[in-house]
């Protein structure tokens, strides 16, 4: 168990006892850690010893066990002291931590008066106190050293000379040596400014992050854009470009980032960005992205948000809510933290922030005004928004409701409770269900097995098998022993064997349960039901509009008061009597739209109007409904846009006719791209690579890999130079891209 004086590295595999050595020859004699007794001493390898078994350890604080100039530590009653290697204590057992550093001194802690906090400082291997006893931790850095304090709360970091001189002053949450005589230092936004040795801070300030290639020349990042500087602070490259290759130690690499041209209507530029992607987010207000992540500029180019590995979730005139390691936080437009902590789950909506953070597997939730200020006075484990007036809150499995000032207006007491609807909410209270208004007074007392609001005047109460329909303060509707639920604006009743009945909004009876099937189409003011091959319809208020005394197989929604009908195969209309207006002659039909309905016959597609008149020839193999007087039809594989005569305005010559609104439609000729303007009646032949209509009503298209724009007449409005164009909704101008460059750079 002994180690030779020189220590080689490969030297030892194994040490299975502290063993000691001092002086640097290999002809020197070797020393050990031995014990008796528990407690530690030290003798040579003549077994002489040197420091008798008398300490509770012998070494560093560190775990380490090499000596130091001729000096080791021990402890005694739980502290440490430094003594020579031949018995003589050069301190007293004072020391908390004691153990050597890489400049040849010792590193020391002690406590404060009330033993509360541990302060380091250094110490010669004399004893002598080199630097005071006042830093929470310590760290060799050359002649220098790295030392931080803790006050009030928070631990500042800063740089002192060997003479305790402060060199760059304690207001850092970090600082690390970048080599060549240069620190870094990082504030509380995470930006970084440049110290030399000497303690002088060089002119380049709020930095993402640095890195160095030699010894004169320095990467640097600011704002998600890289530049380089040399070792006295002197820029070489302005922060600019996305990407800075060292091709070597004097020839970089370097490739900017795309250029975006904040252009108006009249081709003229107003600003000039350079990100890899931008995205207009509100007004003024632009989202970017970067190497780094993403950030927020507003219009004049300013980042008021940077944040390395984020995406933005969403944003409005005042706040950015962000996403970082799965975890959210909420930012003002200055780019600060508005909320402090970071949330597991964050929802917005405009007035009131609800957060949630998981601590010890218990979801807690809050609520902050948009002034920061906490809304509510406890964390809740589960809430939801209640619309303009109150917080249905959850705590210790029960639930209430509170106003957004956090007063309890209506207390946790229950085990279930619903969403108000119309100023009613259902709840469970004491394993009963009933219903209270939004002061907490019982509209029904709770006695039933569920109870659910349906509307401002409906109720559904159930008990057993039963269930009732009852309205707020006048009594009974309807009493079922069936199923009942709403779908859109009607109440159905469903029986266990799949029959349906029917009841207006207002729980008013309007059929027993006896049809096979229900159909409410999308425009909601008529319902039908089938029973077996008959078909009834009703109106919104239940009224009936045709019986079945007519055999169809099947029917379709309601449009200009005619309803479509199959009967024997073929397809016609009637009305709302249930007279047949248009004859079941057709192989299929459409709706009636603009006062005609397309038709197929013999396997082609005309128009009828609603007397029965061919006003277009079925001759199509298919079209449109008309809108705007016009409809799209195709013959053989080819589409064209013909009018309410049954005229071509566009004729059959395209592969694809796509309306993108009520003017515009698009021409598509193989893989190239016009449109038709209605209102301006141009068309624009097919010659373009894409073409992409804007809200506006102009037209990115592209060219030949590009892209420019131009208006419904084709006149171009900015020339088709540009490798992509954004259009600005918020702002009402357009964002031309012109792609990034690569080139190469001597550095002199």
């Known amino acids: 168990m002994k180690l030779s004086v020189v220590r080689f590295l490969f030297s030892l595999v194994l040490v299975l006892a502290p063993i000691l050595s001092y002086g640097k020859k290999a002809s020197e004699r070797v020393l050990e850690v031995f014990e ?28 380490s066990v090499d000596p130091l100039s001729s000096t080791i530590g021990y402890k005694s009653n739980g502290f440490w002291g430094l003594s020579s290697l031949n018995d003589q204590q050069i301190t007293k057992a004072v020391y908390r931590d004691l153990s050597p550093m890489s400049n040849g001194f010792l590193k020391a802690s002690r406590t404060d008066s009330f033993e509360h906090f541990l302060y380091f400082g250094v110490l010669d291997t004399k004893g002598m106190a080199l630097v005071g006893f006042q830093y929470y931790d310590i760290i060799p850095s050359g002649d220098n050293y790295i030392a931080s304090r803790y006050e009030t709360q928070k631990i500042s970091y800063g740089l002192i000379s060997g003479l305790e001189a402060t060199l760059i002053p304690f207001q850092y949450k970090a600082i690390k040596y970048a080599g060549n005589g240069i620190y870094q230092a990082v504030d509380a936004r995470d930006k970084l400014s440049v110290w030399t040795v000497g303690g002088l801070k060089l002119p380049v300030e709020n930095l993402d992050s640095m890195f160095r290639v030699n010894s004169n020349l320095l990467i640097i990042s600011k704002e998600g854009k890289l530049g380089a500087m040399r070792n006295d602070g002197s820029m070489i490259l302005e922060p600019f470009y996305k990407e800075i290759v060292p091709e070597n130690d004097s020839v970089l690499r370097l490739t900017t980032y795309p250029s975006w041209h904040l252009t108006d209507g009249k081709n003229k530029r107003l600003k000039t960005f350079s990100f890899d992607d931008i995205e207009t987010i509100g007004p003024s207000l632009y989202r970017v992205q970067t190497y780094q992540g993403e950030a927020i500029i507003n ?199 799949g029959n349906f009945g029917l009841l207006t909004s207002k729980g008013q009876k309007v059929t027993a349960p006896e049809f096979d099937e229900v159909m409410i189409p999308d425009m909601d003011s008529v319902v039908f039901m089938r029973q077996g091959d008959y078909w009834w319809s009703y109106g919104k208020d ?49 709706f009636f ?95 373009f690579n894409q073409l992409e209509l804007l809200p506006n009503g102009l037209f990115v298209v592209e060219k030949r890999g590009q892209k420019g724009l131009i208006n419904e007449k084709g006149v171009d409005v900015i020339p088709s130079v540009y490798d992509d164009i954004h259009y600005d909704l918020y702002n009402a101008f357009y964002l031309c891209k012109e792609d990034g460059k690569t080139e190469t750079f001597l550095v002199r």
Not at 567 to 578: E, H, I, R, S, T
């Open 299 to 497: 219009i004049s180019g300013e980042q008021l948000s940077n944040k390395s590995n984020w995406s933005v979730v969403r944003t409005d005139e005042n706040f950015v809510v962000s996403k970082e390691q799965n975890k959210f936080r909420v930012y003002n437009k200055s780019g600060e933290p508005f909320l402090e902590q970071y949330y597991d789950s964050l929802y917005f909506d405009g007035k009131y922030f609800y957060t949630q953070i998981v601590k010890n597997n218990k979801e807690l939730w809050d609520v902050y005004n948009t002034y920061g200020r906490r809304v509510t006075r406890h964390s809740y484990d589960q809430i939801k928004p209640e619309g303009s007036k109150l917080i249905m809150a959850r705590r210790d499995a029960y639930w209430g409701f509170l106003d957004f000032n956090g007063g309890m207006v209506i207390d946790h007491k229950f085990e279930r409770a619903h969403s108000f609807v119309e100023g009613m909410s259902a709840v469970e209270y004491v394993g009963k269900w009933g219903v209270i208004d939004i002061n907490g007074n019982w509209v029904l007392e709770p006695k039933h097995d569920y109870c659910e609001v349906i509307n401002e005047a409906v109720i559904l109460i159930k008990n057993g098998e039963s269930t009732d329909l009852v309205t707020p303060g006048r009594g009974w509707l309807h009493t079922s022993n069936h199923s009942i639920y709403a779908e859109k604006s009607w109440l159905i009743e469903e029986t266990e064997s």
């Open 36 to 63: 008796l007794n528990n407690r530690k001493g030290l003798k040579d390898d003549q077994g002489k010893i040197l420091i008798p078994a008398k300490y509770e350890d012998i070494g560093w604080s560190n775990g």
């Open 542 to 590: 239940g009224n009936k509009i045709s019986d079945g005394t007519s055999k169809y197989q099947g029917v379709s929604g309601l449009s200009e008061a005619f309803f479509g009908i199959v009967k024997d195969d073929k397809f016609g209309f009637v009305d709302l009597d249930n007279k047949l207006r248009i004859a079941n002659r057709y192989d299929s039909a459409a």
């Open 593 to 687: 739209q603009e006062g005609m309905a397309a038709i197929k016959l013999r396997g082609h597609w005309g128009f009828i109007d609603k007397i029965e008149r061919l006003i277009v020839q079925p001759i199509y193999d298919s079209v449109t409904p008309f809108s705007n007087g016009i409809s799209v039809v195709s013959r053989n594989g080819k589409s064209g846009i013909i009018d309410r005569s049954g005229d071509e305005v566009v004729g059959l010559d395209f592969d694809e006719i796509r309306s993108v609104d009520k003017n515009t439609y698009i021409l598509r000729q193989g893989n190239q791209y016009g449109f038709y303007h209605r209102k301006s009646a141009y068309v624009m032949l097919p010659r």
